[in-house]
């Protein structure tokens, strides 16, 4: 990433936007599924806004299963690495 | 390194081929002039796509290149691997037809040198390759490729589910797959042929290995390797034409042929005949696209 934040940074605040939480009510340590009344629905759509802000396709047993913020986050990275190592004139 | 299969059959490596292996390559290294006397210009060893009523042999293998091309939606540039390339129809087809960079995977030696001399024939070297191995221990970086094409060669390939979820990984998001192949008709269907002499003769003693599946369980593979699927064709009657093209041209080159390789056309009318019997009744010709995306 370009940017100072990090993917795990940006999930954070994908995460806040969708749940209308504030500034610090998640960290990278926090286990989506554990957040107080998320359900499934905004789980999903959370899910489907890190694939597309991030143009990556997460492994099911990341996604269905119990995943940190943090995991996420390393998750992602992999998998821009793997394209990015990719790209190139064509 | 020796992979192994569901079904706990060792399917070798390139440097320690074991016996499935080498008996997959005893049809392919045939001299390829045999193949040149009863195919086309293409080369290409599978089933034509035909449009009209007097479409010939090339015309309906030209038409099925611009159809695979279509359904993996080539683009100019598309990185592609074709697993069990063959002659190199498809390489050659999408290196000039599309400019794409074509990578090619066979375990036949003999069409390693065919390729190489016809790379260099039509000016392509450099936008087509080839290895000599197969796609399970390939060892291409994930996504790697726009489109990934097993035209006829999936058969003789174990254990699908892990081909598949192998391809999977080599795909980049939003990539294709293409694979046409033949199929028993339905589940009670394989049972009762697995075992049947036109089958052993075909899968043993023709080809020296292979696996014939259903199409569901193709489906089946696809969905597990988290696929989603795009299309579904059934060319099983393109599939006689093509095989009655061919055997008319052995008819006519019959001489020719058997000069190369005494005996070789009525092993190949026999191969013929049994799989032009069984179209429809006891196997079918499909073509399944799918799509890495969710």
Request: charged content about 25%.
């Amino acid at each position: 990433m370009t940017t100072t934040q990090t993917s795990t940074d940006m999930i954070c605040g994908i995460i806040r936007e969708e749940l209308g939480l504030p500034e610090g009510a998640v960290a990278p340590s926090t286990t989506i599924r554990d957040l107080p009344e998320l359900q499934s629905v905004q789980y999903l759509r959370i899910i489907a806004k890190i694939e597309r802000r991030f143009d990556v396709e997460l492994e099911d047993d990341l996604v269905f299963g119990i995943a940190t913020i943090e995991d996420l986050g390393r998750a992602v990275d992999g998998l821009r690495a793997e394209t990015s190592s990719l790209e190139g004139p064509r | 390194m020796s992979a192994i299969s569901t079904t706990g059959q060792s399917i070798g490596s390139p440097t320690n081929p074991s016996p499935p292996r080498l008996a997959t390559n005893h049809h392919y290294d045939v001299d390829p002039r045999i193949f040149e006397l009863f195919m086309d210009s293409t080369m290409k060893y599978s089933c034509g796509l035909y449009l009209r009523p007097d479409d010939t042999l090339e015309q309906a293998q030209r038409q099925k290149l611009a159809f695979i091309a279509e359904q993996l939606d080539i683009k100019r540039g598309s990185r592609v691997l074709d697993v069990g390339c063959g002659w190199g129809s498809l390489l050659f087809y999408l290196a000039e037809h599309h400019d794409c960079e074509v990578v090619g995977l066979t375990l036949s030696p003999v069409q390693v040198a065919y390729l190489e001399k016809k790379a260099a024939q039509l000016g392509l070297s450099h936008k087509v390759s080839w290895q000599l191995v197969q796609l399970v221990e390939a060892t291409f970086p994930a996504g790697s490729f726009d489109a990934i094409a097993f035209v006829g060669t999936s058969v003789h390939m174990p254990d699908k589910r892990r081909l598949l979820a192998h391809a999977h990984k080599l795909c980049r998001l939003r990539g294709r797959v293409y694979l046409s192949d033949s199929m028993y008709r339905c589940e009670s269907i394989r049972e009762r042929f697995e075992l049947a002499p036109g089958t052993a003769f075909l899968r043993d003693e023709v080809f020296g290995w292979g696996e014939v599946v259903t199409l569901s369980e193709y489906i089946r593979c696809f969905e597990d390797a988290r696929f989603s699927l795009t299309s579904l064709t059934d060319l099983t009657a393109h599939f006689a034409r093509t095989v009655d093209h061919w055997r008319a041209n052995m008819m006519k080159n019959r001489e020719e042929i058997e000069s190369i390789s005494p005996g070789m056309t009525d092993r190949f009318f026999r191969y013929f005949e049994t799989i032009n019997a069984a179209w429809g009744y006891t196997s079918k010709q499909y073509a399944i696209v799918a799509t890495k995306q969710r």
